[in-house]
């Protein structure tokens, strides 16, 4: 009997969101004020955030560097500035520590920002990445060992990493003038200089 009567209370309320949720239902004048002036707080909200996303933007591209200046460069760990791209929505950093050199493979650690949240592989945000590179300094490629992500710029907040086996970790060709560009170009240079 007990249970009659949760199926027939289930029932009730099933019939009663259908017949709320049915088209054409009346709302009262009061509903349709509070619904209409919630429409357009939330497009006004969304207006205010597109019009401050483009003024930063704008603010980045007039000077990319000034967005630079505001991240920790770290030095602690040996990371140096290289590369800010022309928009100013990355940035780049290297260090020499533990660089090294087998024939003619370089592997180093990198430093990407961003001044926008972006998204991994696995779909989750970050605004800091860190990279263990091979380069292939011979046939111009690189390849990605070990990939850090950082909720926050300067490599804080939370973390995910990726790693890939050396062996089956995929090469991919250097494209001059990109962002892999530079720091191929900073990893063969100091690598070829520094290390035997």
């Given at each position: 009997?007990?249970?009659?009567?949760?199926?027939?209370?289930?029932?009730?309320?099933?019939?009663?969101?259908?017949v709320s949720a049915r088209p054409g239902t009346a709302q009262t004048p009061e509903q349709e004020k509070l619904w209409a002036a919630q429409r357009a707080q939330s497009l006004a909200d969304q207006k205010a955030l597109a019009d401050r996303l483009a003024a930063?933007?704008?603010a980045?591209?007039?000077?990319?560097?000034?967005?630079?200046?505001?991240?920790?460069?770290?030095?602690a760990g040996g990371w140096e500035f290289?590369?800010?791209?022309?928009?100013?929505?990355?940035?780049?950093?290297?260090?020499?520590?533990?660089?090294k050199r087998s024939g003619h493979l370089v592997t180093a650690w990198l430093?990407?920002?961003?001044?926008?949240?972006?998204?991994?592989?696995g779909g989750d945000t970050y605004l800091s990445s860190v990279e263990k590179i091979?380069?292939?300094?011979?046939?111009?490629?690189?390849r990605v060992l070990v990939v850090v992500y950082y909720t926050e710029n300067n490599i804080a907040g939370g973390q995910q990493s990726e790693a890939n086996d050396p062996k089956q970790a995929p090469w991919n060709p250097i494209v001059p003038g990109t962002q892999s560009d530079y720091l191929y170009q900073?990893?063969?240079g100091v690598g070829g200089k520094t290390h035997s």
């Open positions: 009997m007990e249970n009659h009567g949760r199926r027939f209370l289930g029932c009730a309320l099933a019939l009663a969101w259908l930063q933007r704008a980045r591209k007039a000077d990319p560097m000034a967005w630079v200046r505001t991240l920790n460069p770290m030095t290289r590369a800010v791209g022309e928009d100013g929505s990355w940035a780049a950093f290297s260090t020499d520590h533990q660089l430093r990407e920002e961003y001044p926008e949240p972006q998204r991994s592989d091979q380069y292939d300094c011979v046939q111009a490629r690189g900073w990893a063969c």
